[in-house]
């Protein structure tokens, strides 16, 4: 089975910061892929990032990018200069090649304050 | 807006009642999914359909149904509702699963009460 670990419930830093979000996974799959998801106050899921599993290289969006250290099965998400709009839940998920469903972790809270 | 149409977008009913959630995907998309987000729970994956075909179950209750019809909306049947089935059910929908992998594109959900 596959799982998703966020091990923290909750961050909070000041604007213009740089936060780091921890995820860690486990899945026996050689193929899947991995995501975050950011949930503002408004409660739509948005897809933030997404990563391959067999790219080594780490995906960037913007202020956006993550750690992929696939060893260590460990995903994290680093948002740089952080906005008030940043200010949401965040989701770390894992899909694997043969299905389409997603397998959420407990989500982080995240508040950038002014 | 993401495409993706859930409504209602809040309903409060009482235990042991019948609801119909509704979902349009984004045009063009032919698969959709349904999702469960509880306090409890979290995020959980229910069930999914491509064109009008049920293509994979998840945690779904058999007091659940769900189907997709030849326009391709999708309608979550819950019955003999509980306490326990409030949360926020999401509608999510991609091209077809062999897209999923790029992510889907969500609804804003429907927030069910059950009192």
């Known amino acids: 089975a596959q799982t998703v670990t966020q091990s923290q419930p909750e961050m909070s830093v000041q604007e213009a910061e740089t936060v780091t979000l921890s995820c860690t996974y486990d899945?026996?799959?050689?193929?899947?892929?991995l995501f975050w998801y950011k949930q503002p106050p408004s409660r739509q899921m948005i897809l933030v990032i997404r990563q391959e599993a067999y790219k080594q290289q780490n995906a960037t969006e913007n202020r956006f990018s993550v750690n992929f250290q696939k060893a260590a099965k460990s995903f994290s998400l680093k948002i740089s200069d952080s906005q008030l709009g940043d200010t949401a839940m965040y989701f770390c998920a894992i899909q694997w090649g043969g299905a389409q469903k997603l397998v959420f972790g407990q989500g982080t809270r995240l508040t950038i304050n002014p | 807006d993401s495409g993706v149409t859930q409504t209602p977008k809040h309903l409060i009913t009482a235990t042991g009642q019948r609801v119909t959630l509704r979902c349009s995907p984004r045009s063009g998309d032919l698969s959709v999914y349904w999702y469960q987000q509880s306090l409890d729970q979290g995020l959980q994956f229910l069930i999914q359909?491509?064109?009008?075909?049920?293509?994979a179950k998840g945690n779904i209750l058999e007091r659940f149904s769900a189907q997709q019809f030849p326009d391709l909306h999708s309608e979550l049947n819950l019955s003999s509702l509980e306490l326990g089935d409030s949360a926020l059910y999401f509608c999510?929908?991609?091209?077809?699963?062999?897209?999923?992998?790029?992510?889907?594109?969500f609804g804003s959900g429907t927030r069910l009460t059950v009192v």
């Open positions: 999510a929908s991609s091209v077809d699963p062999g897209r999923a992998n790029y992510g889907y594109t």
């Open positions: 899945t026996s799959e050689s193929n899947y892929y």
């Open positions: 359909y491509y064109n009008g075909e049920e293509r």
